[in-house]
């Protein structure tokens, strides 16, 4: 095989050097690289666009160019700049602990996208698209928050069932639409959607009970847990990751198990790539939806378990932010596999991360996160594009890419 | 001879020609019991309900009329129990169900609720024309985000991008309202030339949805969620800086109500459908026109068979790649103009995600009205009028809390999509690139 493709004629070192450069440049790496750069450039031309200072300058831009080209650098640098200190490492830190904070803030802030996006990502193989996960993580954030700020128990026992209530709310979540699935056919689609929005109304709904509300309070919110019922903090007082962050990597370690080296991750797959194969191949495809959804509910209620045992320590409509949706994203991005899926949250953990140093830093609104976020996701899913942008050449061996 | 083509005739009945279908009607008893035990018995006796249809632009009014809450729920509840009898007992002779036996049902349980939420109001009625106007109202978004949907589905190209080809029209029309009113000095016009724009930012989404699907095969499903996330991202930050800093380019201004003549003046009729602006009479334009293309025309029928067996399309000549880029570019503009809805038809400026998810509610009406723009709409006003009703009882004050009250519409749509419809069969091809 190797014949035909390389000329016999070729100097064995001149060959080496090409055989490398051509391995580079057809590489699955330099196209996700490639495909950050490209977000990150369509980002700087809004950027540019909202900047006040670029916009004066272009009114004069034919009699001094060079002001115009000055005040777009500035933009684009300084919103950069201000991402970076906000998500990795912050310069202006006065001690070596205040400069790496933000990149703890970004593993904390990954947490429940590695938690939710394993859970769609087993669905995506299993061939179910779950759009689930907001109300997954709503409703396994409630049932664990109810546990501890209600129920008085030692300090190791209560965590643990407090998650352990976390993960029954957000399975029971993801096993309706898997049953209705299982059962009815109804689409899971339509029914995980329809899902997120009873349970945001159903929270919002308990909110307004006594026993949900804070002694003496009105207002939407309920009392804090209790310290006991909190994730510890594991770096110390001064950084704010969590033991769910080392919880979430067990979890990924767990789902590549399962999905890689277990029988029924092989029946998930099996029923993903065509489930009339499956069904005739002794498969109960009904069963192995059930199971996913369920899977999927009670990983995505481990995420809810970082925000209410983790981060926000009090439930609100609102505690699930916009997590389920981002996991999407992040599943997509890590191609459903753990690994892939761990990288990808740790990536959006440090946008979203980045959020309010873009704010303050550079005045630009955390929306352009979103924006750099679905560029990257779209660039990657479409490799070509990317090569077409950098006129890089086509790969010689083309593979399916299965998304 | 004779006796092997007797045996298998004789054979036949034994077989099963076909399983009764009896979730449907079995759903419908179980609705029709809920009726009856908390919207009949649970009216307290004595009370009465008062309805009003009367708008004062009618050519005659019609006096409102009071009935007594509990013998009326009791009797609405009991014919809708009778009709789900009726519906059991064609289900077990495995015959179809007509759907106006469906429609009378609904009607019984409906006007049973409305009658309980009455129950007992004295000075309030229950406004049966603002119910109605509300729910065609409310219909309008996602009329055309379930027609761009379907247009896109029949092509073969699964266009969850909705909510945000709606967002990109609304913020779109909101901003180009702005500026031609603010230059031209018109505010009418203004509005028009929004109605203009927004099918653009629509089309514009649209195009990038077949760009990624078509020419690049990425996974569509995947390629809508993204640009849903995209059209957020770029329309909020622009509000929180091109926006807010120029405040000019994002107005309240609202499209002028066109009554038709003599029309509008009929009762109940005149106020919900003769009485709306240009984009209300837009929508049963292309409702109807793209009905009739799609099922009737030459373009429709190449448009069902690339949904459905695009290789096939292909071999007699039609091409498969074209069709769908621009059946998505114009779902695309069909969805951007509802989006005109949010902004313009409303009279409203400009907000943050201010879709808030109707296009996936829009996305459960084409499924729920099987892939068809008569379905749609019709699918469209169910949505729309649970909404309406949720935004009357909130006036009139009832016992459910609001939010259960606003469940509403999701709790019936799983019930519709797993008890009445069951499995929906979407076009065959639909969310496969094709690869020549």
Same mark, same amino acid.
């Given at each position: 095989?190797?014949?035909?493709?390389?000329?016999?004629?070729?100097?064995?070192?001149?060959?080496?050097?090409?055989?490398?450069?051509?391995?580079?440049?057809?590489?699955?790496?330099?196209?996700?690289?490639?495909?950050?750069?490209?977000?990150?450039?369509?980002?700087?031309?809004?950027?540019?666009?909202?900047?006040?200072?670029?916009?004066?300058?272009?009114?004069?831009?034919?009699?001094?160019?060079?002001?115009?080209?000055?005040?777009?650098?500035?933009?684009?640098?300084?919103?950069?700049?201000?991402?970076?200190?906000?998500?990795?490492?912050?310069?202006?830190?006065?001690?070596?602990?205040?400069?790496?904070?933000?990149?703890?803030?970004?593993?904390?802030?990954?947490?429940?996208?590695?938690?939710?996006?394993?859970?769609?990502?087993?669905?995506?193989?299993?061939?179910?698209?779950?759009?689930?996960?907001?109300?997954?993580?709503?409703?396994?954030?409630?049932?664990?928050?109810?546990?501890?700020?209600?129920?008085?128990?030692?300090?190791?026992?209560?965590?643990?069932?407090?998650?352990?209530?976390?993960?029954?709310?957000?399975?029971?979540?993801?096993?309706?639409?898997?049953?209705?699935?299982?059962?009815?056919?109804?689409?899971?689609?339509?029914?995980?959607?329809?899902?997120?929005?009873?349970?945001?109304?159903?929270?919002?709904?308990?909110?307004?009970?006594?026993?949900?509300?804070?002694?003496?309070?009105?207002?939407?919110?309920?009392?804090?847990?209790?310290?006991?019922?909190?994730?510890?903090?594991?770096?110390?007082?001064?950084?704010?990751?969590?033991?769910?962050?080392?919880?979430?990597?067990?979890?990924?370690?767990?789902?590549?198990?399962?999905?890689?080296?277990?029988?029924?991750?092989?029946?998930?797959?099996?029923?993903?790539?065509?489930?009339?194969?499956?069904?005739?191949?002794?498969?109960?495809?009904?069963?192995?939806?059930?199971?996913?959804?369920?899977?999927?509910?009670?990983?995505?209620?481990?995420?809810?378990?970082?925000?209410?045992?983790?981060?926000?320590?009090?439930?609100?409509?609102?505690?699930?932010?916009?997590?389920?949706?981002?996991?999407?994203?992040?599943?997509?991005?890590?191609?459903?596999?753990?690994?892939?899926?761990?990288?990808?949250?740790?990536?959006?953990?440090?946008?979203?991360?980045?959020?309010?140093?873009?704010?303050?830093?550079?005045?630009?609104?955390?929306?352009?996160?979103?924006?750099?976020?679905?560029?990257?996701?779209?660039?990657?899913?479409?490799?070509?594009?990317?090569?077409?942008?950098?006129?890089?050449?086509?790969?010689?061996?083309?593979?399916?890419?299965?998304? | 001879?004779?006796?092997?083509?007797?045996?298998?005739?004789?054979?036949?009945?034994?077989?099963?020609?076909?399983?009764?279908?009896?979730?449907?009607?079995?759903?419908?008893?179980?609705?029709?019991?809920?009726?009856?035990?908390? *919207?009949?018995?649970?009216?307290?006796?004595?009370?009465?309900?008062?309805?009003?249809?009367?708008?004062?632009?009618?050519?005659?009014?019609?006096?409102?009329?009071?009935?007594?809450?509990?013998?009326?729920?009791?009797?609405?509840?009991?014919?809708?129990?009778?009709?789900?009898?009726?519906?059991?007992?064609?289900?077990?002779?495995?015959?179809?169900?007509?759907?106006?036996?469906?429609?009378?049902?609904?009607?019984?349980?409906?006007?049973?609720?409305?009658?309980?939420?009455?129950?007992?109001?004295?000075?309030?009625?229950?406004?049966?024309?603002? *119910?109605?106007?509300?729910?065609?109202?409310?219909?309008?978004?996602?009329?055309?985000?379930?027609?761009?949907?379907?247009?896109?589905?029949?092509?073969?190209?699964?266009?969850?991008?909705?909510?945000?080809?709606?967002?990109?029209?609304?913020?779109?029309?909101?901003?180009?309202?702005?500026?031609?009113?603010?230059?031209?000095?018109?505010?009418?016009?203004?509005?028009?030339?929004?109605?203009?724009?927004?099918?653009?930012?629509?089309?514009?989404?649209?195009?990038?949805?077949?760009?990624?699907?078509?020419?690049?095969?990425?996974?569509?499903?995947?390629?809508?969620?993204?640009?849903?996330?995209?059209?957020?991202?770029?329309?909020?930050?622009?509000?929180?800086?091109?926006?807010?800093?120029?405040?000019?380019?994002?107005?309240?201004?609202?499209?002028?109500?066109?009554?038709?003549?003599?029309?509008?003046?009929?009762?109940?009729?005149?106020?919900?459908?003769?009485?709306?602006?240009?984009? #209300?009479?837009?929508?049963?334009?292309?409702?109807?026109?793209?009905?009739?293309?799609?099922?009737?025309?030459?373009?429709?029928?190449?448009?069902?068979?690339?949904?459905?067996?695009?290789?096939?399309?292909?071999?007699?000549?039609?091409?498969?790649?074209?069709?769908?880029?621009?059946?998505?570019?114009?779902?695309?503009?069909?969805?951007?103009?509802?989006?005109?809805?949010?902004? #313009?038809?409303?009279?409203?400026?400009?907000?943050?995600?201010?879709?808030?998810?109707?296009?996936?509610?829009?996305?459960?009406?084409?499924?729920?009205?099987?892939?068809?723009?008569?379905?749609?709409?019709?699918?469209?006003?169910?949505?729309?009028?649970?909404?309406?009703?949720?935004?009357?009882?909130?006036?009139?004050?009832?016992?459910?809390?609001?939010?259960? *009250?606003?469940?509403?519409?999701?709790?019936?749509?799983?019930?519709?999509?797993?008890?009445?419809?069951?499995?929906?069969?979407?076009?065959?091809?639909?969310?496969?690139?094709?690869?020549?």
């Amino acid at each position: 095989m190797s014949a035909t493709t390389e000329a016999p004629a070729t100097p064995e070192k001149d060959r080496d050097a090409r055989g490398m450069l051509k391995e580079i440049v057809e590489s699955q790496t330099l196209v996700v690289i490639l495909a950050i750069v490209a977000s990150l450039i369509l980002g700087s031309v809004l950027i540019v666009i909202a900047s006040a200072e670029v916009r004066e300058a272009a009114v004069y831009f034919f009699s001094r160019p060079g002001d115009t080209f000055a005040a777009i650098g500035d933009a684009v640098v300084g919103a950069y700049q201000a991402m970076f200190q906000g998500a990795v490492f912050n310069s202006n830190g006065n001690s070596f602990a205040a400069q790496i904070k933000p990149f703890t803030q970004t593993l904390t802030v990954a947490t429940p996208l590695i938690f939710a996006g394993l859970g769609l990502g087993i669905g995506f193989r299993a061939g179910l698209f779950n759009i689930g996960a907001q109300g997954q993580i709503v409703i396994g954030a409630t049932l664990g928050g109810f546990i501890g700020w209600t129920w008085e128990l030692p300090a190791g026992l209560h965590l643990l069932v407090a998650v352990i209530g976390c993960v029954v709310g957000g399975a029971l979540w993801g096993f309706i639409p898997g049953i209705l699935k299982a059962r009815t056919g109804a689409h899971e689609v339509i029914t995980t959607i329809m899902l997120n929005y009873i349970a945001l109304n159903l929270v919002a709904f308990l909110l307004t009970k006594d026993a949900f509300q804070r002694p003496g309070s009105d207002n939407p919110q309920s009392p804090l847990i209790h310290e006991t019922a909190e994730y510890p903090l594991i770096l110390g007082e001064q950084f704010p990751l969590h033991l769910g962050f080392l919880i979430a990597l067990a979890a990924a370690a767990g789902v590549w198990w399962l999905m890689e080296r277990s029988t029924l991750g092989f029946q998930f797959r099996a029923v993903g790539a065509n489930p009339s194969a499956a069904r005739t191949a002794g498969m109960s495809v009904a069963k192995a939806y059930i199971l996913v959804m369920t899977l999927a509910g009670a990983l995505a209620g481990l995420a809810g378990s970082a925000q209410i045992l983790g981060t926000e320590k009090s439930l609100t409509t609102d505690v699930a932010a916009s997590f389920g949706f981002d996991a999407i994203t992040v599943a997509l991005l890590g191609r459903s596999r753990p690994v892939g899926t761990v990288m990808a949250a740790i990536l959006f953990g440090g946008l979203r991360a980045s959020g309010p140093a873009l704010q303050v830093q550079a005045g630009l609104p955390v929306d352009i996160v979103l924006v750099i976020q679905s560029l990257i996701v779209l660039f990657i899913a479409a490799p070509p594009l990317v090569r077409f942008l950098f006129r890089l050449p086509t790969p010689t061996n083309v593979k399916e890419v299965a998304a | 001879m004779t006796t092997t083509v007797a045996e298998p005739i004789a054979a036949a009945p034994a077989v099963p020609v076909l399983a009764r279908k009896l979730r449907a009607p079995i759903t419908l008893g179980a609705v029709g019991l809920l009726s009856l035990l908390f *919207l009949g018995f649970g009216t307290s006796s004595g009370e009465e309900t008062t309805f009003a249809v009367a708008r004062s632009t009618d050519f005659f009014q019609i006096s409102t009329w009071t009935v007594p809450s509990q013998p009326t729920a009791i009797l609405l509840s009991v014919v809708a129990l009778a009709l789900s009898g009726v519906a059991f007992w064609l289900a077990w002779n495995r015959r179809t169900i007509p759907w106006y036996l469906y429609v009378g049902f609904g009607f019984a349980v409906i006007t049973a609720l409305l009658t309980w939420a009455g129950a007992g109001k004295e000075g309030t009625s229950m406004q049966i024309t603002g *119910l109605l106007i509300g729910s065609v109202f409310l219909a309008t978004p996602l009329v055309f985000g379930s027609l761009a949907g379907t247009l896109c589905e029949r092509s073969g190209i699964i266009n969850i991008a909705i909510e945000g080809q709606l967002l990109a029209g609304a913020f779109l029309a909101a901003v180009v309202t702005g500026y031609v009113s603010n230059a031209s000095g018109s505010r009418e016009l203004g509005a028009y030339a929004g109605l203009i724009a927004a099918p653009l930012a629509g089309a514009l989404v649209g195009a990038a949805l077949s760009l990624f699907a078509v020419r690049y095969w990425v996974d569509q499903i995947v390629v809508g969620v993204v640009l849903n996330v995209l059209v957020i991202g770029v329309t909020n930050f622009l509000f929180g800086t091109l926006l807010r800093e120029n405040t000019e380019l994002n107005q309240a201004i609202g499209l002028p109500r066109l009554p038709i003549p003599l029309l509008h003046q009929i009762p109940i009729i005149g106020p919900v459908l003769f009485n709306s602006n240009a984009l #209300v009479y837009l929508m049963y334009v292309i409702v109807i026109v793209l009905h009739i293309m799609l099922f009737k025309s030459r373009w429709g029928l190449r448009v069902r068979a690339v949904g459905e067996h695009p290789r096939a399309a292909d071999t007699v000549g039609i091409k498969v790649n074209r069709t769908r880029v621009r059946n998505t570019i114009l779902g695309g503009a069909i969805a951007g103009l509802g989006g005109a809805f949010f902004t #313009v038809a409303n009279g409203l400026a400009f907000g943050k995600e201010m879709t808030g998810g109707k296009g996936f509610i829009a996305l459960a009406a084409m499924i729920l009205g099987r892939w068809s723009p008569k379905g749609a709409l019709a699918a469209a006003l169910l949505f729309g009028f649970a909404d309406s009703l949720r935004e009357q009882f909130g006036i009139v004050g009832t016992a459910i809390p609001s939010q259960f *009250l606003a469940m509403l519409p999701y709790l019936a749509t799983i019930f519709a999509v797993a008890g009445l419809v069951g499995h929906a069969r979407p076009p065959a091809a639909e969310g496969k690139p094709y690869k020549k």
